[in-house]
């Protein structure tokens, strides 16, 4: 039996790599049928169950992306410093969930990937969750970070407001993809 690593356990680690090992533990766990073993059973776990474990993979590789060794990034709309690992350092949606900015949407099988992760940037909880997103501010960061074509291209994307149904198998892909992509 695998023990659970301990965050406490793992000192002398950056915290990026603590999370991700943790991370990782979790989802297995979380992906993991009672009484059987195998990536078949996934397709026991709810959608909801599925989406709920791809956003916890996604969020962490996004706040691992925006943050350098030490842990330590600027939210994107205003400009915070974030640590890692604490509740003000999260993952925000430019274009929101319910108008097709969803994570899960086109990934990663469709040839604009990339545009689903300039879709989320590291934010502080006050910009994710006070201020609606604080969105002009999140797209002046946009502007900055990437480029205004990359963030027109990202805009113009949004107002397409495109509906993929994503299968179970589609969502367990895309949450081995960003799996593997973690620190
Ligand atoms: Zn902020």
Request: hydrophobic share 15%; charged share 35%.
């Given at each position: 039996m695998v023990p659970s690593p301990s965050i406490v356990g793992v000192?002398?680690?950056a915290p990026r790599i603590v999370l991700a090992r943790f991370l990782i533990y979790h989802t297995d766990k979380a992906l993991q049928v009672k009484g059987s073993r195998g990536p078949?059973?996934?397709?026991?776990?709810s959608l909801p169950q599925l989406k709920r474990v791809l956003w916890d993979v996604f969020s962490l590789y996004i706040r691992q992306r925006d943050?350098?060794?030490?842990g330590c990034g600027n939210c994107i709309s205003c400009g915070k410093t974030l640590e890692i690992g604490?509740?003000?350092?999260q993952a925000g949606h430019y274009i929101p969930k319910g108008r097709g900015?969803?994570?899960?949407?086109?990934?990663?099988?469709?040839?604009?990937?990339e545009l689903a992760e300039r879709n989320v940037n590291l934010q502080c909880a006050a910009c994710n969750l006070v201020e609606g997103g604080n969105f002009l501010n999140y797209e002046k960061g946009l502007r900055h970070k990437y480029s205004d074509e990359a963030t027109d291209e990202l805009k113009e994307a949004g107002a397409v407001n495109p509906i993929f149904k994503r299968l179970k198998p589609d969502l367990i892909e895309i949450i081995e993809h960003y799996k593997s992509l973690l620190a």
């Open positions: 000192a002398g680690h078949r059973n996934v397709s026991k776990k943050t350098d060794e030490d604490t509740k003000d350092c900015g969803s994570h899960y949407l086109g990934l990663p099988r469709f040839p604009n990937d």
